[in-house]
């Protein structure tokens, strides 16, 4: 797929074509990492729609699996990755709500856990570099004030479904950060020739989260014709599709 590319005032016909090159490239290259990008989702609106709403799937959470399929309904697939602030949002509103579900009345009280267990699974997975060790440390008292407020109901005679919950809250696990990207390299671009074919396979995977970052940065080089920049940033691309190809 071409691209076309219009760079303010190139310096020569050679930059012209080198940048109209490397955009064309970066075009194609963000088309296939469409579903990487896609990984990190918008969640703000879903999570506080979501928790707004799940108490008042009580009446249905009458086992679990049923509690986990109202759950997935109402705030779908788990993310992989949200925007920043979202994991801190998410474990601010489960960690309210399993704590009310576990001072609940009797007649309530296990219906709104199964839904506390079925909604913690649906905590978002991966981090930013930057949000990873807040993150860690709010799961961690987030576990250590369940903890305490079973402690308080209940003392030595927990029910089932509490220990449920915490087995839940432990199996998520602290979140993981997105990984990172490699070191640039200098890199020297190959010389172009004419009628040339090259057979190229593709990873069967999407690109990880420091690729699709990558790519960006390089769109953004485009227009200040940075060539050197660009080529560091589309050739670690590279040397990860040429090193996953047909995985």
């Known amino acids: 797929m071409a691209t076309n590319i219009h760079p303010r005032e190139p310096s020569s016909p050679k930059v012209r074509r080198s940048v109209g090159l490397l955009g064309g490239l970066f075009a194609g290259l963000l088309l296939w990492a469409a579903p990487a990008q896609a990984q990190?989702?918008?969640?703000?609106?879903n999570i506080a729609n979501g928790f707004a709403r799940l108490a008042s799937l009580e009446s249905r959470a009458t086992t679990q699996q049923q509690a986990d399929a109202e759950v997935a309904g109402l705030?779908?697939?788990?993310p992989v990755q949200c925007e920043e602030t979202a994991y801190r949002t998410f474990m601010e509103n489960f960690e309210t709500f399993a704590r009310a579900a576990m001072r609940a009345p009797a007649a309530n009280r296990e219906r709104l856990l199964r839904l506390a267990i079925a909604v913690i699974r649906q905590?978002?997975?991966?981090?930013?570099e930057n949000e990873?060790?807040?993150?860690?440390?709010q799961y961690m008292q987030m576990r250590s004030n369940l903890s305490a407020t079973a402690d308080d109901?209940?003392?030595?005679?927990?029910?089932?479904?509490?220990?449920?919950?915490?087995?839940?809250?432990?199996?998520?696990?602290?979140?993981?950060?997105?990984?990172?990207?490699?070191?640039?390299?200098?890199?020297?671009?190959?010389?172009?020739?004419n009628g040339a074919v090259q057979m190229i396979r593709v990873p069967t995977q999407p690109l990880p989260e420091w690729a699709v970052i990558q790519l960006f940065e390089a769109r953004d080089l485009v227009k200040a014709q940075d060539l050197s920049g660009i080529q560091?940033?589309?050739?670690?691309?590279?040397?990860?599709?040429?090193a996953n190809a047909g995985k």
């Open 40 to 45: 990190q989702q918008k969640c703000a609106y």
């Open 75 to 78: 705030f779908g697939p788990r």
């Open 123 to 128: 905590a978002p997975a991966k981090v930013s």
């Open 132 to 137: 990873h060790p807040y993150a860690k440390n």
């Open 153 to 193: 109901v209940w003392k030595d005679n927990k029910p089932p479904i509490v220990t449920q919950l915490q087995d839940a809250v432990a199996a998520i696990g602290k979140p993981e950060k997105v990984d990172a990207p490699p070191p640039p390299t200098e890199v020297t671009p190959p010389p172009v020739t």
């Open 232 to 242: 560091r940033r589309l050739q670690a691309v590279i040397n990860w599709m040429e």
